[in-house]
């Protein structure tokens, strides 16, 4: 009997996973001609917060994000630096949103998953350091590098935001631990 229970809370587990990354493939090819290029509004990309729930989520994601990049115009070159980009900071942002509460144990005024959110953001935000990087260096685009930086940090920094308004009430309602 254990051994079922076991097999099937795997089994919920990835089915889990699978719905969250095919979610994200279709959010993001849903807006595609924003969803890429030098201004990307990925309403996908507020998924990066269940990877603070659970480290399923964090596999759920980068898979996601490889399948989306599939579409991207940049190709194969999209697919390895923005899929293992995602991968290294969603893994940095829960390590450091963790290390962040254990950290200030007892002084925090609020809830210690909004400072998780907070600095999942911030990571998201850095996270598109390599992202100009592969734009600017790699497919020659036109603008300057930090201009570049500049145009997706605030894209990411306004989607993370608003998403944060949207995923933090829904955790709240649907435990994402599990």
């Given at each position: 009997m254990n051994h079922q229970t076991t097999s099937s809370?795997?089994?919920?587990?990835?089915v889990k996973a699978a719905l969250v990354a095919a979610l994200y493939v279709v959010l993001t090819?849903?807006?595609?001609?924003i969803a890429y290029g030098a201004l990307q509004m990925r309403v996908s990309e507020i998924l990066n917060y269940l990877g603070l729930y659970n480290r399923r989520?964090?596999?759920a994601v980068t898979l996601g994000v490889f399948i989306a990049n599939i579409f991207s115009s940049a190709g194969a070159v999209d697919m390895v630096i923005g899929t293992a980009s995602t991968f290294v900071f969603l893994w940095l942002?829960?390590?450091a949103g963790d290390k962040f509460?254990?950290?200030n144990k007892g002084r925090l005024k609020r809830d210690p998953m909004i400072y998780k959110y907070v600095i999942m953001l911030i990571s998201f935000v850095l996270q598109m350091l390599p992202i100009a990087y592969m734009l600017v260096y790699i497919l020659q685009f036109e603008e300057a590098?930090?201009?570049?930086?500049?145009?997706?940090?605030l894209s990411e920094a306004i989607i993370m935001a608003v998403g944060a308004f949207i995923m933090y009430p829904i955790s709240k309602?649907?435990?994402f631990y599990e």
């Open positions: 809370s795997r089994t919920t587990g990835l090819v849903m807006v595609a001609p989520y964090i596999y942002g829960r390590w509460v254990a950290l590098f930090w201009v570049t930086y500049l145009y997706l940090a309602r649907i435990n």
